[in-house]
Protein backbone atom coordinates (compact mmCIF):
# COMPACT_ATOMS: atom_id res chain seq x y z
CA UNK A 1 0.00 0.00 0.00
CA UNK A 2 2.95 2.47 0.30
CA UNK A 3 4.25 1.78 -2.70
CA UNK A 4 0.64 2.90 -4.32
CA UNK A 5 0.88 6.52 -2.64
CA UNK A 6 4.79 7.07 -3.70
CA UNK A 7 3.88 6.43 -7.44
CA UNK A 8 2.11 9.68 -8.91
CA UNK A 9 -0.49 9.19 -11.66
CA UNK A 10 -2.06 11.14 -14.12
CA UNK A 11 -2.99 15.06 -12.81
CA UNK A 12 -1.12 14.19 -9.72
CA UNK A 13 1.95 14.69 -11.69
CA UNK A 14 3.25 18.54 -11.42
CA UNK A 15 6.34 18.34 -14.06
CA UNK A 16 5.35 20.99 -16.81
CA UNK A 17 7.75 19.04 -18.98
CA UNK A 18 7.74 15.11 -19.14
CA UNK A 19 10.16 12.41 -21.39
CA UNK A 20 7.24 10.26 -21.99
CA UNK A 21 7.88 6.26 -22.73
CA UNK A 22 5.62 3.75 -24.14
CA UNK A 23 4.53 0.75 -22.54
CA UNK A 24 6.27 -1.62 -25.06
CA UNK A 25 9.45 0.54 -24.41
CA UNK A 26 8.62 3.19 -27.49
CA UNK A 27 9.86 6.94 -27.06
CA UNK A 28 7.45 9.35 -27.43
CA UNK A 29 10.06 11.64 -26.56
CA UNK A 30 9.84 15.31 -23.94
CA UNK A 31 6.16 16.72 -24.32
CA UNK A 32 4.44 18.87 -21.71
CA UNK A 33 2.51 17.85 -19.16
CA UNK A 34 -1.00 18.41 -21.09
CA UNK A 35 -0.23 16.89 -24.16
CA UNK A 36 1.87 13.76 -22.25
CA UNK A 37 -1.98 13.56 -20.62
CA UNK A 38 -4.31 13.70 -23.68
CA UNK A 39 -1.74 10.77 -24.76
CA UNK A 40 -2.54 8.56 -22.07
CA UNK A 41 -6.07 9.43 -22.24
CA UNK A 42 -6.05 8.77 -26.16
CA UNK A 43 -4.97 5.26 -25.58
CA UNK A 44 -7.08 4.35 -22.52
CA UNK A 45 -4.23 4.31 -20.46
CA UNK A 46 -2.37 6.03 -17.01
CA UNK A 47 0.36 8.15 -16.73
CA UNK A 48 2.41 7.02 -14.60
CA UNK A 49 5.57 8.98 -13.24
CA UNK A 50 8.56 5.96 -12.93
CA UNK A 51 11.71 8.63 -12.37
CA UNK A 52 10.89 11.57 -10.88
CA UNK A 53 14.72 12.78 -9.95
CA UNK A 54 15.42 12.96 -13.84
CA UNK A 55 15.80 16.03 -15.84
CA UNK A 56 13.23 16.07 -17.25
CA UNK A 57 11.35 13.79 -15.22
CA UNK A 58 10.38 10.25 -17.19
CA UNK A 59 6.71 9.06 -17.36
CA UNK A 60 5.71 6.02 -19.05
CA UNK A 61 2.18 5.26 -20.46
CA UNK A 62 0.60 2.21 -19.13
CA UNK A 63 -2.61 0.33 -17.39
CA UNK A 64 -1.37 1.53 -13.81
CA UNK A 65 -4.26 -1.34 -12.53
CA UNK A 66 -2.41 -4.39 -14.68
CA UNK A 67 0.77 -3.13 -13.63
CA UNK A 68 -0.34 -3.33 -9.90
CA UNK A 69 -1.87 -6.39 -10.27
CA UNK A 70 1.37 -7.90 -11.86
CA UNK A 71 3.81 -6.49 -8.66
CA UNK A 72 1.50 -7.87 -6.60
CA UNK A 73 1.14 -11.15 -8.00
CA UNK A 74 5.18 -11.50 -8.38
CA UNK A 75 5.11 -9.94 -4.58
CA UNK A 76 2.98 -13.36 -3.57
CA UNK A 77 5.01 -15.52 -6.12
CA UNK A 78 8.27 -14.47 -3.65
CA UNK A 79 6.77 -14.96 -0.72
CA UNK A 80 5.72 -18.87 -1.74
CA UNK A 81 9.28 -19.33 -2.45
CA UNK A 82 10.36 -17.99 0.80
CA UNK A 83 12.33 -20.46 3.45
CA UNK A 84 10.80 -20.12 6.88
CA UNK A 85 13.38 -20.39 10.13
CA UNK A 86 11.97 -22.00 12.76
CA UNK A 87 14.30 -21.81 15.90
CA UNK A 88 13.78 -23.83 18.91
CA UNK A 89 15.22 -22.60 22.30
CA UNK A 90 16.45 -25.23 24.96
CA UNK A 91 17.49 -23.59 28.20
CA UNK A 92 19.70 -25.28 30.68
CA UNK A 93 21.75 -24.53 33.94
CA UNK A 94 24.97 -24.77 34.63
CA UNK A 95 24.26 -27.40 37.45
CA UNK A 96 21.87 -29.82 35.56
CA UNK A 97 22.21 -33.62 35.90
CA UNK A 98 23.50 -35.86 33.04
CA UNK A 99 20.43 -37.51 32.42
CA UNK A 100 18.40 -34.38 32.34
CA UNK A 101 21.20 -33.46 29.60
CA UNK A 102 20.61 -36.11 27.67
CA UNK A 103 17.30 -35.86 27.53
CA UNK A 104 17.69 -32.51 26.37
CA UNK A 105 19.67 -33.51 23.70
CA UNK A 106 17.35 -36.07 22.24
CA UNK A 107 15.06 -33.22 22.15
CA UNK A 108 17.17 -31.35 20.21
CA UNK A 109 18.31 -33.76 17.86
CA UNK A 110 14.47 -34.40 16.86
CA UNK A 111 14.28 -30.83 16.33
CA UNK A 112 17.62 -30.93 13.99
CA UNK A 113 15.77 -34.36 12.03
CA UNK A 114 12.98 -31.73 11.40
CA UNK A 115 15.04 -29.10 9.94
CA UNK A 116 14.69 -26.77 12.83
CA UNK A 117 17.76 -24.66 14.03
CA UNK A 118 18.15 -24.84 17.91
CA UNK A 119 19.77 -21.87 20.40
CA UNK A 120 21.00 -23.56 23.37
CA UNK A 121 21.23 -21.22 26.32
CA UNK A 122 22.24 -21.66 29.54
CA UNK A 123 21.18 -19.50 32.25
CA UNK A 124 23.90 -17.94 34.88
CA UNK A 125 22.43 -17.76 38.83
CA UNK A 126 24.03 -15.92 41.14
CA UNK A 127 27.68 -16.27 41.95
CA UNK A 128 27.78 -18.79 38.50
CA UNK A 129 28.27 -15.13 36.95
CA UNK A 130 31.51 -15.42 37.91
CA UNK A 131 32.58 -18.31 36.34
CA UNK A 132 30.86 -18.17 32.73
CA UNK A 133 33.48 -20.75 31.30
CA UNK A 134 30.96 -23.64 32.99
CA UNK A 135 27.93 -22.81 30.87
CA UNK A 136 30.54 -22.59 28.24
CA UNK A 137 31.86 -26.05 28.68
CA UNK A 138 28.15 -27.69 29.71
CA UNK A 139 27.47 -26.04 25.63
CA UNK A 140 30.94 -28.24 24.93
CA UNK A 141 29.73 -31.30 26.31
CA UNK A 142 26.34 -31.39 24.64
CA UNK A 143 28.25 -29.90 21.25
CA UNK A 144 29.96 -33.12 22.02
CA UNK A 145 27.25 -35.51 21.42
CA UNK A 146 25.42 -33.69 18.52
CA UNK A 147 28.33 -32.27 16.40
CA UNK A 148 27.84 -35.73 14.23
CA UNK A 149 24.29 -34.04 12.95
CA UNK A 150 24.92 -30.60 13.50
CA UNK A 151 26.71 -27.77 12.62
CA UNK A 152 27.29 -24.42 14.87
CA UNK A 153 26.46 -21.03 13.68
CA UNK A 154 27.61 -19.97 16.92
CA UNK A 155 30.47 -20.65 18.96
CA UNK A 156 29.28 -20.26 22.60
CA UNK A 157 29.29 -17.11 23.76
CA UNK A 158 28.25 -14.77 27.02
CA UNK A 159 25.59 -12.16 26.72
CA UNK A 160 24.10 -11.15 29.86
CA UNK A 161 22.90 -13.35 32.12
CA UNK A 162 23.26 -16.77 29.48
CA UNK A 163 25.77 -18.38 27.12
CA UNK A 164 24.36 -19.27 23.62
CA UNK A 165 24.81 -21.49 21.19
CA UNK A 166 22.90 -21.65 17.82
CA UNK A 167 23.31 -24.97 16.04
CA UNK A 168 22.11 -25.99 12.24
CA UNK A 169 20.95 -28.96 10.75
CA UNK A 170 24.26 -30.44 8.81
CA UNK A 171 23.68 -29.97 4.93
CA UNK A 172 22.66 -33.72 3.39
Given at each position: ??????????????????????????????????????L??????????????A??????????????????????????????????????????A?????Y?????????????????????????????????D?????????????????E?????????????????
Amino acid sequence: MSKEKEVLLNEEIRASELRCVGENGEAFGILSRTEALKLASSKGLDLVLIAPDAKPPVAKVMDFGKFRYQQEKKQKEAKKKQKVIDIKEIKLSVKIAQNDINYKVRHALEFLEQGKFVKFRVFLKGREMQNPKAGADLLEKIWQSIEDKASREKEPNFEGRYVNMMVVPKKS
